[in-house]
């Protein structure tokens, strides 16, 4: 099952925080962020292994509640340099085709000046 | 550098033809994958490959087909039977999908595929 992405998009002004949330109905053993800009290949931002773990990368920093079956990406004092479309890929158990990520629809992030 | 190569970046198709686009990586990755990016879609898997001589369709493998002869290289053919075959393709890579990490997905700049 695809994971669930919200908001799709969101309009910041530089400085401005936000937060983007990944959601799946299945259990989940990983959750990877990437962030793509208009017309390049997705970035790769940060994996996320351990219920409750959070990472950070520059000011952008990311959750993962194992139970709720969710993950959280916060950006803090936006920079006109994080715009793109964020997306979230999950894992379920390793081995066969379910290692592979299911990405979701992706989140639009537009920082103003 | 290491890295991942597609090409060409862009493509244009006649109706009735099919086309190939190329990937090779050279970051001794396992696995390698094919997806497809049309706008407010995000991505979708068309086939993956886990090793060499072996490869599973994605959920839209339709009118697609793939070869892995070599673990470097896992180029896409687009066939005539893809009715709607204009979008943005990505080509990527993982170490190991049946490992913890693994599974990071790595992806090339991509191809545009235009019908004309």
């Known amino acids: 099952q695809q994971p669930v992405q919200s908001p799709q998009a969101v309009i910041l002004r530089e400085g401005e925080d936000a937060v983007i949330n990944c959601s799946s109905s299945?259990?989940?053993?990983?959750v990877h962020w990437y962030r793509q800009k208009h017309g390049e290949a997705p970035v790769f931002l940060m994996i996320?292994?351990?219920?409750?773990e959070q990472k950070g990368h520059e000011k952008i920093s990311a959750s993962f509640n194992e139970k709720k079956q969710q993950s959280s990406l916060y950006l803090t004092a936006s920079q006109l340099s994080y715009s793109g479309t964020y997306f979230c890929?999950?894992?379920?158990?390793?081995?066969?085709?379910?290692?592979?990520?299911?990405f979701g629809k992706g989140t639009k992030l537009s920082v103003k000046p | 550098d290491g890295g991942i190569t597609q090409s060409p970046k862009y493509l244009f198709r006649k109706e009735g033809q099919n086309v190939t686009l190329s990937c090779e990586q050279n970051?001794?990755?396992?696995?390698m994958y094919w997806y497809r990016q049309d706008p407010g879609q995000g991505l979708r898997l068309i086939y993956y490959?886990?090793?060499?001589?072996?490869?599973q369709k994605g959920d839209i493998a339709e009118g697609y087909s793939v070869s892995r002869e070599k673990k470097e290289s896992f180029p896409l053919t687009v066939t005539s039977a893809q009715k709607n075959p204009t979008a943005f393709y990505l080509c990527?890579?993982?170490?190991?999908?049946?490992?913890?990490?693994?599974?990071?997905?790595?992806f090339g700049e991509g191809s545009w595929l235009t019908v004309v």
């Open positions: 990527a890579s993982s170490i190991d999908p049946r490992t913890v990490s693994g599974n990071t997905i790595y």
């Open positions: 299945k259990a989940l053993y990983s």
């Open positions: 996320l292994l351990k219920g409750g």
């Open positions: 890929g999950t894992g379920g158990p390793y081995g066969g085709s379910q290692g592979n990520l299911i």
């Open positions: 970051l001794n990755h396992d696995a």
């Open positions: 490959s886990q090793i060499v001589n072996d490869f």
